[in-house]
């Protein structure tokens, strides 16, 4: 049970209801696909009164029961006028934060530092998709509507063990560069990593929180950036405590699926093969998800890597057992398999797998279906939580917005984004910046989570970076989820996503035998 104390203003008096406000019809995207670049807004509201943003702080007091703990904490709307570094301009950047009462006699609590994706966007998709004291609940029927998501209390958030911070970039929701500077400065990996470091400086530094261990948590191309803001904190002598990966892009090469890097064929049979078995064509008998799942590893691993790369050296009847057993673990026919040697793309499986139905797998979420190869049926989810995020603000800071909130920054396509290497021969190893923080912090752990659904950022592509980057195995975690691109929109998902966060921030459960080593 959540609910603010006497003194505020505003109520958290929420229960399974529905939205009041009307979804947004949107094609928005937590990750640059087709449509990259665009820039939305939430629902605009008649008594609009973006001033209550931009006057200044705004903090609630409240408790709530998390993790089985009641917190008495503060919830906060902020503005920090942070300083550019190394020629970068200044930045106005807006904050939402919860702030457990402190335990006069304990260490300081961990503060989790977490952020979206884009590039680049507000961290609300996670403030009310997962983490914040309410979330947004989807039903179980997939083709339902937006309105009729509900704004829950989020009992599974992690406020219990840790003070939690939302990032938003400067042009992102109410966060901007200074008047008259060019936010285009900021568009690069290296950049816009630098205006998080500076702003976690300034956030820790005004509320007294400099040795406080810090939390990373990055989603899809917020992957790129808490890994290289993990590499300039430590370099700067301040490596944080953790970070966690959720639907990874570091080996973005994987995502991209270029045609002759046979490994990304490999790293996206698993999620194939999972929607293969959501949709019920493939044979379940005699085995349960996780053993399929494990058959589906073996084969992709061994037998199916080693006939990608043969390619044409492959002898006809060996080409035909692996397109029978690709049939067998995909749904795909095996003459489509040898028609296209023995490779399809995850696009090309979208469209595919229900073609005879006239029915296509969603993009972000391949658990929903529509009829268009060039949308993408999840997208459902990006409209109900603009229509939670509104309402909740409303509710609990007294924040009307229109569309001065940025869903997206303003990007003339992928290309106006600087993602670090000038040519073919550019190396784009983001995983890298994540090695020092294992060397400087023998305590530093690394989570790395991923939807079985999601066929952009894929459940192969995350074992694959476990399994290369060379980092200390005891030290690593992969942790897989029913769902999508946010399979934190699954309630059970919901929980164990945030179960394996408070885990992996006071080093319990599996972790534990890491510390003991």
Same mark, same amino acid.
């Given at each position: 049970? #959540?609910?603010?104390?006497?003194?505020?203003?505003?109520?958290?008096?929420?229960?399974?209801?529905?939205?009041?406000?009307?979804?947004?019809?949107? =094609?928005?995207?937590?990750?640059?696909?087709?449509?990259?670049?665009?820039?939305?807004?939430?629902?605009?509201?008649?008594?609009?009164?973006l001033?209550?943003?931009?006057?200044?702080?705004?903090s609630?007091?409240?408790?709530?029961?998390?993790?089985?703990?009641?917190?008495?904490?503060?919830?906060?709307?902020?503005?920090?006028?942070?300083?550019?570094?190394?020629?970068?301009?200044?930045?106005?950047?807006?904050t939402?934060?919860?702030?457990?009462?402190?335990?006069?006699?304990?260490?300081?609590?961990?503060?989790?530092?977490?952020?979206n994706?884009?590039?680049?966007?507000?961290?609300?998709?996670?403030?009310?998709?997962?983490?914040?004291?309410?979330? &947004?609940?989807?039903?179980?029927?997939?083709?339902?509507?937006?309105?009729?998501?509900?704004?829950?209390?989020?009992?599974? %958030?992690?406020?219990?063990?840790?003070?939690?911070?939302?990032?938003?970039?400067?042009?992102?929701?109410?966060?901007? &560069? *200074?008047?008259?500077?060019?936010?285009?400065?900021?568009?690069?990996?290296?950049?816009?990593a630098?205006?998080?470091?500076?702003?976690? $400086?300034?956030?820790?530094? +005004?509320?007294?929180?400099?040795?406080?261990?810090?939390?990373i948590?990055?989603? %899809?191309?917020?992957?790129?950036?808490?890994?290289?803001?993990?590499?300039? =904190?430590?370099?700067a002598?301040?490596?944080?405590?953790?970070?966690?990966?959720?639907?990874?892009?570091?080996n973005?090469?994987?995502?991209?699926?270029?045609?002759?890097? #046979?490994?990304?064929?490999?790293?996206?049979?698993?999620t194939?093969?999972?929607?293969?078995?959501?949709?019920? =064509?493939?044979?379940?008998?005699?085995?349960?998800f996780? *053993?399929?799942?494990?058959?589906?590893?073996?084969?992709?691993?061994?037998?199916?890597?080693?006939?990608?790369?043969?390619?044409?050296?492959?002898?006809?009847?060996? $080409?035909?057992?692996?397109?029978?057993?690709?049939?067998?673990?995909?749904? #795909?026919?095996?003459?489509?398999?040898?028609?296209?040697?023995?490779?399809?793309?995850?696009?090309?499986?979208?469209?595919?797998?229900?073609?005879?139905?006239?029915?296509?797998?969603? +993009?972000?979420?391949?658990?929903?279906?529509?009829?268009?190869?060039?949308?993408?049926?999840?997208?459902?989810?990006?409209?109900?939580?603009?229509?939670?995020?509104?309402?909740?603000?409303s509710?609990?800071?007294?924040?009307? &917005?229109?569309?001065?909130?940025?869903?997206?920054?303003?990007?003339?396509?992928?290309?106006?984004?600087?993602?670090?290497?000038?040519?073919?021969?550019?190396?784009?190893?983001?995983? *890298?910046?994540?090695? +020092?923080?294992?060397?400087?912090?023998?305590?530093?752990?690394?989570? #790395?989570?991923?939807?079985?659904?999601?066929?952009?950022?894929?459940?192969?592509?995350?074992d694959?970076?476990?399994?290369?980057?060379?980092?200390?195995?005891?030290?690593?975690?992969?942790?897989?989820?029913?769902g @999508?691109? =946010?399979?934190?929109?699954?309630?059970?998902?919901?929980?164990?996503?945030?179960?394996?966060?408070?885990?992996?921030?006071? @080093?319990?459960?599996?972790?534990?035998?890491? *510390?003991?080593?």
């Amino acid at each position: 049970m #959540i609910k603010i104390l006497p003194t505020q203003r505003t109520s958290l008096q929420r229960h399974s209801s529905g939205f009041r406000t009307a979804a947004v019809a949107a =094609m928005l995207t937590v990750f640059p696909v087709v449509l990259a670049g665009c820039v939305g807004s939430l629902p605009a509201h008649a008594d609009t009164d973006l001033e209550v943003a931009n006057r200044g702080d705004v903090s609630v007091q409240a408790e709530g029961v998390f993790g089985g703990k009641s917190v008495n904490y503060t919830a906060s709307f902020e503005r920090f006028e942070v300083p550019g570094t190394n020629g970068l301009p200044d930045v106005s950047l807006a904050t939402f934060s919860y702030v457990a009462e402190p335990d006069a006699k304990g260490p300081q609590r961990p503060v989790l530092f977490a952020f979206n994706g884009g590039p680049i966007s507000p961290s609300f998709w996670l403030h009310i998709g997962a983490l914040g004291p309410q979330r &947004v609940s989807a039903p179980v029927d997939l083709s339902a509507p937006a309105s009729e998501f509900e704004l829950i209390e989020n009992t599974t %958030s992690p406020l219990d063990v840790a003070d939690l911070v939302f990032f938003d970039p400067a042009s992102t929701g109410f966060s901007r &560069v *200074a008047e008259g500077e060019d936010p285009r400065a900021y568009y690069s990996v290296e950049a816009d990593a630098a205006q998080f470091v500076n702003f976690v $400086q300034a956030w820790l530094k +005004r509320h007294g929180r400099q040795d406080a261990p810090v939390f990373i948590l990055g989603e %899809s191309y917020g992957t790129m950036r808490a890994a290289e803001a993990a590499g300039q =904190m430590t370099e700067a002598g301040q490596p944080p405590a953790g970070v966690y990966l959720m639907g990874q892009a570091l080996n973005i090469i994987e995502y991209s699926q270029r045609r002759q890097n #046979i490994l990304s064929y490999v790293a996206s049979l698993p999620t194939l093969a999972a929607l293969a078995w959501e949709t019920d =064509m493939v044979d379940r008998s005699g085995r349960d998800f996780d *053993a399929f799942m494990s058959d589906v590893n073996a084969f992709g691993q061994t037998e199916y890597l080693l006939a990608l790369y043969q390619g044409s050296g492959l002898d006809r009847s060996e $080409q035909a057992k692996i397109a029978d057993k690709l049939e067998g673990f995909t749904g #795909i026919p095996a003459d489509w398999y040898l028609k296209n040697h023995l490779r399809i793309s995850k696009e090309q499986f979208r469209v595919e797998l229900l073609r005879d139905s006239g029915k296509v797998l969603g +993009r972000s979420d391949g658990r929903y279906l529509g009829e268009d190869p060039r949308g993408d049926a999840s997208s459902v989810l990006k409209g109900a939580y603009t229509a939670g995020w509104s309402e909740y603000l409303s509710e609990t800071f007294g924040i009307h &917005v229109d569309e001065q909130y940025a869903l997206f920054a303003e990007l003339n396509g992928l290309d106006d984004w600087r993602w670090g290497a000038s040519s073919p021969f550019g190396h784009f190893d983001y995983s *890298a910046r994540l090695d +020092r923080a294992f060397t400087d912090n023998p305590d530093f752990r690394l989570a #790395i989570g991923n939807g079985y659904h999601d066929t952009m950022t894929t459940v192969g592509a995350a074992d694959l970076l476990a399994k290369q980057a060379g980092w200390p195995a005891d030290r690593v975690r992969l942790l897989f989820y029913q769902g @999508g691109h =946010m399979a934190y929109s699954i309630d059970e998902t919901a929980v164990a996503f945030n179960d394996d966060i408070r885990d992996w921030i006071t @080093g319990r459960g599996d972790w534990t035998s890491a *510390a003991s080593n």
